[in-house]
T-cell receptor, first 112, second 111 residues
Framework: DADVTQTPRNRITKTGKRIMLECSQTKGHDRMYWYRQDPGLGLRLIYYSFDVKDINKGEISDGYSVSRQAQAKFSLSLESAIPNQTALYFC????WGRGTQYFGPGTRLLVL | ELKVEQNPLFLSMQEGKNYTIYCNYSTTSDRLYWYRQDPGKSLESLFVLLSNGAVKQEGRLMASLDTKARLSTLHITAAVHDLSATYFCAVDIATGNQFYFGTGTSLTVIP
């Protein structure tokens, strides 16, 4: 079984809809991250969390919110989706020491 | 704002050739990471470079870090088709453990 899982893997939604992307991990890491990937822009950090009570905005948090329900679960919400939020979204975890990040398989989101 | 620049953005090379991908970053950082992404797939960690002068090697790939120059290189030796992928470097800001990624280098190795 994968260490970092994301659901759904693909999602099509309409402008103005609220959607939630979910991430679960079995690696036992405290740190979790949400990124979006756009062609030619690399990965950009949306939010990150160092533990259940510690949530931080990343580089591009506007239009997004997150919830850390447990050490192993970190959800990303788009309260009112817009077309320029069409992207590939990745969840990642890291251990405190080395910092290497482990990525989920990604969620491909299309906002019409 | 931290900037991480990779070059080249696109690289097409013949099997058996050597080449280097460069990663420059704009502020002090303790750590630098290299990742690989195959088309339609997630990112996979290749190397973690933790100090100035660090060098790591795995197969045909070798990564190095010069923190004074704020530069990391990923050297490819005798490329093979299986190395075709997009390679990302990422920098970790010491104070917050935020990661900033480069735009990626898309490598195509031609038989």
């Amino acid at each position: 079984d994968a260490d970092v899982t994301q659901t759904p893997r693909n999602r099509i939604t309409k402008t103005g809809k609220r959607i939630m992307l979910e991430c679960s991990q079995t690696k036992g890491h405290d740190r979790m991250y949400w990124y979006r990937q756009d062609p030619g822009l690399g990965l950009r950090l949306i939010y990150y969390s160092f533990d259940v009570k510690d949530i931080n905005k990343g580089e591009i948090s506007d239009g997004y919110s997150v919830s850390r329900q447990a050490q192993a679960k970190f959800s990303l919400s788009l309260e009112s989706a817009i077309p320029n939020q069409t992207a590939l979204y990745f969840c990642a975890t890291s251990d405190w020491g080395r910092g290497t990040q482990y990525f989920g398989p990604g969620t491909r989101l299309l906002v019409l | 704002e931290l900037k991480v620049e990779q070059n080249p953005l696109f690289l097409s090379m013949q099997e058996g050739k050597n080449y280097t991908i460069y990663c420059n970053y704009s502020t002090t950082s303790d750590r630098l990471y290299w990742y690989r992404q195959d088309p339609g797939k997630s990112l996979e960690s290749l190397f973690v470079l933790l100090s100035n002068g660090a060098v790591k090697q795995e197969g045909r790939l070798m990564a190095s870090l010069d923190t004074k120059a704020r530069l990391s290189t990923l050297h490819i030796t005798a490329a093979v088709h299986d190395l075709s992928a997009t390679y990302f470097c990422a920098v970790d800001i010491a104070t917050g453990n935020q990661f900033y990624f480069g735009t990626g280098t898309s490598l195509t190795v031609i038989p």
